[in-house]
């Protein structure tokens, strides 16, 4: 790469629709709460991408510590959102919801809409497991501050609560065995949802055709 090449040059754009198919990226080809997929995915795959990097090269530990974790949590912050919208639906609960960064009352209030007896039955300790690690990222970093920012609001400090050390390894294969989880959980909400309103379809269509 030459110098040029290296530094900012007058008239640069940022967004641009040129280029080859395989270098352009597409927005916004989900909208609504359904684009909470696309997000939530996105922010898995990248924390894989540097996860991997960092346990293959064996290297930039240190630094990418930081974007790993604020990934994978941003992940289960957006995953919970949607989870928690679609079993609202499933039981007709039309109460608004609040949006904040906490983990912790997200999954709370999912928990108690998916244990009800109109639910599937869900395996007790599948749930308790999960629950575990979204309780203990959600003490590690409450306000999705301590790892995009080495300070807060008022200027101190945002020291997770992890201690000193974070196994890069071990945070992702248990991050990759709860987004299995939860990934697996939104398909399944998802797909009740889908027959859900099929089934209600097919009740208004056989009340118009008795109406009339």
Do not use: C
């Not at 030459?2 to 395989?22: H, K, V």
């Not at 999960?130 to 008022?154: C, N, Q």
């Amino acid at each position: 790469m030459s110098s040029e090449d290296r530094w900012p040059r007058q008239g640069d754009r940022l967004f641009i629709s040129e280029g080859n198919w395989w270098e352009k990226a597409t927005l916004h080809w989900v909208q609504g709460w359904q684009a909470l997929e696309v997000y939530a995915t996105g922010y898995r795959e990248a924390a894989e991408l540097l996860s991997s990097h960092v346990l293959q090269t064996r290297g930039d530990h240190d630094l990418l510590v930081y974007p790993i974790v604020f990934l994978w949590r941003h992940y289960v912050e957006l995953r919970l959102k949607g989870l928690l919208r679609t079993a609202k639906q499933l039981s007709d609960d039309e109460s608004e919801m609040h949006l904040t960064h906490g983990l912790k009352d997200y999954w709370y209030k999912l928990r108690l809409l998916i244990e009800q007896p109109r639910f599937p039955s869900i395996d007790k300790s599948d749930l308790d497991a999960v629950e575990s690690v979204i309780y203990e990222l959600d003490s590690a970093d409450p306000s999705s501050f301590a790892f995009r920012y080495p300070f807060d609001r008022r200027g101190e400090p945002s020291k997770p609560n992890t201690g000193v050390y974070v196994d890069i390894r071990n945070f992702t294969d248990v991050m990759g065995r709860v987004s299995n989880f939860l990934d697996a959980l939104n398909d399944y909400l998802s797909e009740y949802l889908n027959i859900k309103w099929e089934l209600e379809l097919d009740m208004h269509n056989d009340y118009e055709d008795y109406d009339i």
